[in-house]
């Protein structure tokens, strides 16, 4: 017998996600009228976890503090003048770049010690 | 060649405008496909700027080969049209020796990939002939009690059809989706807790639906961009596109 069988998703995987969406749409609906527009706010935020430095996060923290901006905000700036960079060929990656020793990665970027 | 059946015996629910963009879908992605119109409204042909004739009629009573009553409404897209004559053409299947297999006596020589059956909102015996002849049941209902009652008939005949040892396949297609109500995404949450994977992704309502049978045209020539075939919003999980992809699956299967 093959070892190679797909179980057929119990419920339209299209059809799952539409329902989940409205079930979070009663949810807010249910809260106290104050905690709506922050609850849906929230739920249309698009957020990422990410691995960061320590000392990059508090520099970056205190840019946004000076530029009286939020972290976020500076964060998704400063991303896409980089990406920006990197497509224009003014940044290139491979002399950063690291062998890594996680199996899901061949390499593993090396940021520069000074980030201020 | 596969056979797919629009079923729901609640009328506007609908069909038509399923069958028709389906139809003309699987024709634009290379599949030649025939849809025959079963509803004495000759709605099909309408909705895709033919005229309306008596196709069945011809097929069933004067015995007219398919390639000779066959319109082309598109590249890969026949049509046999309907009129009020489908009316009288039911009356002959009833009295005929094997009312419930004359359909797929006449269609089994069709020369296409995919044959698409536009239901009449009723139950009678061209409707059984038709669940006779079929591989696959689409069953287009609106999330309202009364049209999800719909599906329990068309489901009961089915039931009798499998009796008879014929294979077939279903899948529940909801329409008119309205996102902004309570009670249908309450009609939605029952439809998938009773039919389970066998629900697809529902069509949004969608004002196009109903403005494109006035020019002549299928949705995908008068609005690919709709909600109706695309989704909403971002999303983009519902709707005909969506539909269609799933329909190429069946007729691929």
């Known amino acids: ?116 | 060649m596969k056979i797919i059946t629009i079923a729901n015996q609640k009328g506007d629910v609908g069909k038509t405008t399923s069958a028709v963009t389906l139809a003309h879908g699987l024709a634009m992605t290379e599949h030649r496909t025939l849809l025959v119109d079963l509803d004495p409204q000759g709605h099909v042909a309408f909705a895709l700027g033919a005229e309306k004739a008596p196709g069945l009629y011809r097929l069933i009573v004067d015995e007219d080969p398919i390639d000779q009553v066959a319109v082309q409404a598109r590249e890969n897209l026949d049509i046999i049209p309907g009129d009020k004559r489908t009316e009288k053409a039911k009356r002959t299947v009833v009295i005929s020796n094997f009312p419930t297999e004359i359909l797929g006596r006449i269609l089994q020589p069709a020369d296409y990939d995919v044959v698409i059956l536009d239901m009449a909102p009723s139950l009678d015996v061209l409707h059984v002939s038709a669940l006779m002849a079929s591989d696959w049941v689409i069953i287009p209902t609106k999330l309202d009690a009364m049209a999800v009652d719909g599906v329990n008939e068309v489901l009961r005949s089915m039931g009798e059809v499998v009796e008879r040892g014929h294979r077939l396949g279903y899948s529940i297609l909801p329409t008119f989706f309205d996102r902004t109500t309570r009670e249908t995404v309450v009609q939605l949450q029952a439809l998938v807790d009773t039919f389970k994977g066998h629900v697809w992704p529902p069509i949004p309502q969608d004002t196009h639906a109903r403005e494109a049978p006035a020019y002549g045209k299928s949705l995908w020539e008068y609005c690919s961009k709709s909600p109706a075939v695309m989704g909403y919003g971002t999303s983009l999980v519902a709707g005909y596109a969506s539909t269609l992809k799933r329909t190429v699956e069946v007729v691929c299967e």
């Not at chain 1, 979070?24 to 905690?35: D, H, M």
């Not at chain 1, 990422?48 to 430095?53: A, E, N, S, T």
């Not at chain 1, 998704?76 to 996680?102: M, N, T, W």
């Open chain 1, 1 to 116: 017998m093959s070892n190679n069988l797909n179980r057929r998703p119990a419920i339209d995987p299209a059809v799952a996600d539409i329902l989940a969406g409205a079930e979070r749409k009663k949810r807010i609906a249910s809260l106290p009228k104050a905690e709506r527009a922050k609850a849906r706010k929230d739920a249309a935020r698009h957020k990422v976890g990410l691995d960061l430095p320590p000392d990059l996060h508090e520099t970056l923290r205190q840019i946004a503090n000076k530029e009286k901006v939020s972290i976020s905000s500076l964060v998704a700036f400063l991303s896409q003048h980089g990406v920006e960079e990197y497509r224009a060929g003014k940044i290139a990656l491979d002399p950063h770049k690291r062998l890594s020793r996680c199996a899901r990665f061949e390499y593993v970027l090396m940021l520069d010690k000074t980030c201020e």
